[in-house]
């Protein structure tokens, strides 16, 4: 019987000495949880694309030239487009075979005066050069009107240089033909409200755009760009006739015999 109570007596024992440690853990306040960020963090490779890419669409504003770029698009032959940049900020851009259905070849200019489009002696215009005033020099050129290779060299160059803009920029090699520093351009936005086509910019180190490709096509740098002149002259007259559309005109159906 003593053995018996000398074991109860022991486990009374080791229970004792066993609860205050369950008990403190159930008690103590967890540890606070640690801070965990959700923000995605910017690559330092893309941070730093972005900043060269800025530096160079800056220097290209500053870069006032006269240049030719051979424009491709598909299975269509290749194009010369004329680009302009003067050094009073005036700028022109001359874009054969676009306007009604490629039988008309226009020129885009913007000048202290206003924005302009001319229509130039080709195929389908047979008249000589004329132009039709759009807007104000800032004003952007309406959709239907706009064959868009002039803003790789006018106001795409603001955006690539506003750090704001939502785009995604990362160094690309560069397409065949082309030179420079490339980097491939896309938005991070559904509705990117500015005139920039995402695709590929090259720059040479002086600004001097090299070469992009994005939808409307592919340009590529033909030849050695030459001096700017002091301002930019328009193709021809202003004339209160209506600007040249991109498709051809259709033909009213005759009217029907009664």
């Not at 020099?137 to 006018?154: C, E, M, N, S």
């Not at 896309?186 to 180190?205: E, H, K, M, Q, W």
Request: glycine share 8%; proline share 12%; with cysteine.
């Amino acid at each position: 019987m003593h053995a018996h109570l000398r074991a109860a007596r022991r486990l009374a024992g080791a229970l004792a000495i066993a609860l205050p440690a369950p008990l403190a853990a159930c008690t103590a306040d967890p540890p606070p949880p640690a801070l965990v960020s959700t923000a995605d963090p910017i690559p330092a490779e893309a941070d730093a694309a972005r900043d060269e890419l800025a530096a160079l669409a800056a220097a290209a504003q500053d870069r006032h030239l006269t240049a030719t770029y051979t424009l491709t698009t598909g299975d269509d032959p290749a194009r010369t487009i004329s680009v302009t940049s003067a050094n009073d900020g005036s700028w022109r851009v001359d874009v054969p075979g676009w306007g009604r259905g490629g039988t008309v070849d226009v020129s885009l200019a913007a000048t202290a005066d206003g924005l302009f489009q001319c229509a130039l002696p080709s195929a389908g215009h047979p008249e000589p050069a004329s132009c039709v005033r759009l807007g104000a020099p800032d004003d952007a050129v309406p959709g239907k009107l706009d064959p868009r290779v002039q803003h790789p060299f006018t106001d795409s160059l603001e955006v690539l240089t506003d750090r704001r803009a939502p785009l995604a920029i990362s160094p690309a090699t560069p397409p065949a033909g082309m030179s420079g520093q490339c980097y491939s351009v896309d938005s991070t936005s559904a509705s990117l409200n500015a005139p920039l086509d995402v695709g590929i910019y090259c720059f040479r180190p002086d600004g001097t755009p090299s070469g992009v490709r994005a939808a409307f096509g592919t340009l590529t740098l033909a030849g050695e760009p030459g001096a700017a002149p002091a301002t930019v002259q328009l193709a021809g007259p202003v004339t209160d006739a209506e600007p040249v559309g991109r498709h051809a005109p259709t033909e009213d159906p005759s009217p029907t015999t009664q």
